[in-house]
């Protein structure tokens, strides 16, 4: 009897404890809810649904980046109704954006208090850029510029399951690789390898830059010594997902003509630059603007370097390679960038928040503190009006 009480005593403090990631998690559903559903509502959610339904019908269920759609078919018990195969992708998005808020809520609450830590990781759920080209359309410029992504190289998007669902994973790997820089754990070189491998089999994106950034900051750390040749075991594993993936979409059941090139000579066309430079430098202002304030605090800082060797990977991925085949024009090869913009405006938030717990008594940066977070906040109120605009448009451009 006295477990039952202190049972239910648990239950009830756990959920007063937690009622803001209830709250996100209703939130999310209804969110989800309405893109999934809504008529003539652009999005990739229902066709992520067929994706499950297909691969079930064709026993292809561990083929290509399968866990999602694996789990969509194990919740609706392999039944292959594809409503409700919607409602458990709904369900799955919803449960992994509320991950991400908890995972970051948690992650500031060691750098400052736990209001603060809510209001942070409700902010890095929408965070936005801000679009400028589409806001200077009405005043006759950039006529071309009709919409609010394309072109833009944004940390948030709604539309697009995978990488949704890989977000909280590749989130909790970065903060327990952030924890390794500062000290080696073999237990937690075990919890990046099982995080790894799991965001690789939803979506390979993070993967992609991970595997490039993450030996450097290692070998810097610590040389060439056994913690690093152990820090290479998460990229090995996730390096074999991979593999399996590659070889499973372009090869399962026959090749049919996809396949990934490599294309540097177009970074050294004018035509390109003329159609990229300007969503770059709109897309990347807040990082700017926080290099200028902050570069002498960041630069020794390795996770600093961490997120920017990802950021340039993740770019020049985007701009050198594509898809051939059916799965040209896909954008396959372009979601690294969405993921390590988000982790750029997570550190930047980070390093102010911990800047304004941090160095109040040492009468330096105030105003540095007060315009980065006034840009941070304008940001944030961006993603709250594009989340807005996909609702009401339907569109997700």
Not at 16 to 28: C, H, P, S, T, Y
Not at 213 to 228: D, H, L, Q, S, W
Not at 328 to 336: T, Y
Not at 374 to 395: E, R
Request: proline share 3%.
């Amino acid at each position: 009897m006295n477990y039952s009480v202190d049972m239910n005593n648990i239950i009830k403090q756990t959920l007063r404890q937690n009622i803001d990631a209830i709250g996100v998690f209703a939130f999310m559903l209804c969110v989800f809810s309405y893109i999934m559903f809504a008529a003539n509502m652009e999005s990739d959610l229902p066709a992520h649904a067929n994706i499950a339904k297909d691969m079930l019908e064709t026993n292809s269920l561990l083929t290509a980046n399968f866990l999602m759609y694996f789990l969509v078919n194990l919740l609706t018990l392999f039944s292959g109704h594809l409503g409700s195969m919607r409602i458990a992708l709904v369900l799955l998005i919803s449960l992994a954006n509320t991950a991400k808020y908890i995972i970051v809520r948690e992650a500031f609450k060691q750098w400052t208090s736990t209001t603060k830590a809510k209001l942070a990781a409700a902010a890095l759920l929408v965070v936005y850029v801000i679009p400028l080209m589409y806001f200077l359309k009405p005043l006759g410029f950039f006529p071309s510029a009709n919409n609010m992504y394309l072109g833009y190289y944004v940390p948030n998007v709604w539309h697009n399951s995978t990488i949704l669902c890989m977000m909280p994973f590749a989130v909790a790997c970065y903060l327990l690789s952030v924890k390794q820089f500062e000290e080696y754990s073999d237990l937690r070189n075990l919890y990046i390898t099982i995080l790894l491998a799991i965001s690789v089999l939803i979506k390979p994106s993070f993967y992609f830059v991970y595997v490039i950034a993450y030996p450097i900051i290692i070998i810097n750390r610590y040389g060439f010594v056994k913690e690093t040749f152990r820090s290479i075991i998460p990229l090995l594993i996730g390096g074999i997902c991979l593999t399996y993936e590659y070889m499973t979409i372009y090869y399962h059941g026959g090749n049919d003509g996809s396949g990934v090139v490599i294309d540097i000579m177009q970074l050294f066309t004018l035509n390109f630059w003329k159609s990229h430079a300007l969503y770059l430098a709109v897309s990347i202002l807040l990082p700017i603007l926080f290099l200028c304030l902050y570069a002498r605090t960041v630069y020794k800082d390795r996770e600093f370097w961490f997120v920017l060797i990802m950021l340039i990977c993740a770019l020049g991925i985007y701009w050198c390679c594509q898809e051939t085949g059916p799965r040209a024009g896909h954008g396959n090869l372009g979601w690294q960038v969405i993921a390590t913009m988000w982790l750029t405006y997570f550190y930047i938030l980070k390093n102010i928040t911990v800047g304004c717990e941090g160095w109040k008594s040492q009468n330096r940066g105030g105003y540095s503190h007060r315009i980065i977070l006034t840009a941070l906040f304008l940001h944030t109120i961006m993603g709250i009006i594009y989340l807005a605009k996909f609702i009401l448009t339907n569109s997700f451009r």
